[in-house]
């Protein structure tokens, strides 16, 4: 299956990786593409920004958890009809689960998926040191680096120069700071793309700025030079037999669609609930789900909400199977009538 698909990796985390994977995303939907987002290992917010950019939702490419034989596979799967694939990569390019290597990294994916990477490096503060910082993560490790995307510059002349010369990667251009544009973080890495006021806007104009002072059609051609994956058939779903009650609202929204999409495969049937609004559990089902989020931020609401409360741990006190895990394991830790949740 032929499939144009570039990594932004980045040097650490904070790099910008997000904001110009957001901006190219919107860029290349600009100009008429069918595009599929991923994001490196474990992450729930950034995919959040990506799904907000091209509507459909963003999968993560997670070598540890999903294991390395299923990465490409995942891929495949979630690109079908996709004129091109942008990953997000994970921390510094070569940051995995080890001090000792670079497994479970952005390289990793990138090796294991053989995608074209793309680095993105902020040289503020840095002149001749912004080359030795870009050769020596050409030269660190074997990647597939083929271009730089500097970030937070205007002056992108001045450090082609300097970068091209000596190092020989090609400088594709920059991502400058844009008025109107900024996203905050929190402790979690970015504010949830659900909170942001004005986010199209935002993510337009990083678009604008993308288009304007990226070379987005040599970006192309990176992109198109990686080769074929495989093309999987699609795993045979068995009819439904249970229902699991799934937790989704602002305050509990850290999923994995690949992992919804496994239990469907397996004849679960997911019912979504909001503990936020919603006072019992849905009928008839065999499973609670409560995933992470931000239930700190509704703290008063949840706590209000004393009739599902109750309901729930009338439900996990009766023997119902119950995975909570994050924001949802801090839910099971609230106070009812005076007793602990799951006392």
Request: charged content about 25%; aromatic content about 6%.
């Amino acid at each position: 299956m032929k499939l144009p698909r570039i990594l932004i990796a980045g040097t650490h985390s904070g790099s910008g990786k997000t904001t110009v994977s957001c901006a190219l995303l919107r860029a290349f939907t600009r100009r008429g593409l069918r595009a599929a987002a991923f994001k490196c290992g474990p992450d729930y917010i950034d995919p959040m920004f990506h799904k907000s950019v091209i509507g459909i939702p963003s999968r993560n490419l997670d070598a540890f958890l999903s294991g390395r034989s299923s990465v490409r596979k995942q891929l495949a799967r979630n690109c079908a009809g996709a004129d091109i694939a942008v990953i997000e990569g994970v921390m510094g390019l070569y940051d995995g689960i080890s001090l000792r290597s670079d497994e479970c990294s952005a390289n990793d994916v990138a090796k294991l998926t053989d995608t074209p990477a793309v680095l993105v490096v902020n040289p503020g503060g840095m002149s001749l040191s912004a080359a030795a910082l870009v050769e020596g993560f050409l030269n660190y490790r074997r990647n597939t680096v083929k271009a730089v995307i500097l970030n937070g510059e205007t002056d992108v002349n001045y450090y082609r120069g300097i970068i091209e010369r000596e190092t020989g990667v090609r400088v594709l251009g920059t991502l400058p700071r844009v008025d109107g544009a900024a996203i905050g973080s929190r402790h979690l890495g970015l504010i949830a793309a659900g909170e942001i006021e004005n986010l199209s806007q935002k993510l337009n104009l990083l678009a604008k700025a993308a288009i304007q002072n990226i070379d987005i059609g040599e970006l192309l051609l990176i992109a198109d030079s990686a080769p074929d994956v495989e093309d999987y058939p699609p795993e045979r779903r068995v009819k439904y037999r249970v229902r699991i009650a799934v937790a989704d609202d602002a305050a509990f929204c850290f999923r994995y669609d690949d992992g919804m999409d496994a239990l469907k495969r397996q004849g679960a049937e997911l019912v979504r609930f909001s503990p936020l609004s919603d006072g019992d559990l849905p009928d008839n089902c065999s499973g609670l789900y409560l995933c992470g989020g931000y239930p700190e931020l509704y703290l008063n609401e949840l706590s209000a909400n004393t009739k599902l409360l109750r309901n729930i741990r009338k439900a996990v006190r009766s023997g119902l199977p119950t995975v909570a895990e994050c924001g949802g394991f801090m839910y099971l830790h609230s106070y009812i009538d005076g007793l602990p949740f799951a006392g």
